[in-house]
């Protein structure tokens, strides 16, 4: 079908067949740019819902990543609170103060005396438990050691750094120390 209208434009003489002619290309440019906008808007749609999922993806991996090590973490503390749990040495009979260091501050943990001779010889190790202290093997404080550093108060017999120019290096302080 062709331009009635046109044609009829045509034949009344009110336009040339030049004008005519521009006014189709021109309609026909428009068309085809409308196509390619449409296209265009299509193809952008398209690229923003990749963009979107992308984004989507990136933060879920990063919350999965964030579960896992806080599962990683919870698995940890649980493995540290069962071997406290099941290696700890009873304090029944404890009567004697034993003195140590948790951080800046002193604390004071009573024991018997064997074990206090054993945790100033390293056989045994003062670990944080819940919100008191719990006295267990050297080589089970190892293994929490392993696990959470923090979690390991004390472990004797291990040589501290020292100074060089230190003037009391030659004198030792002895363990049973009562303060």
């Not at 806080?70 to 540290?80: D, L, N, T």
């Not at 260091?101 to 004071?108: F, L, S, V, Y």
């Not at 050297?138 to 472990?155: G, H, L, M, W």
């Not at 750094?161 to 302080?173: F, H, I, L, M, R």
Request: charged share 35%; glycine share 6%.
């Amino acid at each position: 079908m062709a331009n009635l209208f046109g044609d009829q434009l045509l034949k009344a003489g009110l336009v040339s067949k030049d004008k005519l002619n521009k006014a189709k290309k021109s309609r026909y440019k428009q068309q085809k740019a409308g196509k390619t906008g449409k296209q265009a808007e299509a193809r952008e749609a398209a690229e923003a819902a990749r963009r979107t999922a992308a984004a989507s993806a990136a933060r879920d991996r990063e919350l999965n990543e964030q579960r896992k090590a806080e599962a990683g973490e919870k698995a940890i503390r649980a493995q540290v609170r069962q071997l406290i749990e099941r290696n700890r040495v009873s304090r029944e009979d404890a009567e004697v103060g034993y003195n140590f260091q948790d951080g800046k501050a002193i604390r004071k943990l009573f024991v018997t005396e064997e074990m206090r001779d054993k945790l100033a010889s390293g056989v045994l190790s003062i670990v944080r438990f819940g919100d008191g202290y719990e006295v267990v093997p050297a080589s089970v404080a190892d293994k929490i050691r392993a696990r959470d550093e923090s979690a390991v108060i004390t472990v004797a017999g291990a040589p501290d750094e020292c100074d060089e120019n230190d003037p009391y290096a030659d004198y030792k302080v002895p363990d049973d120390l009562m303060w």
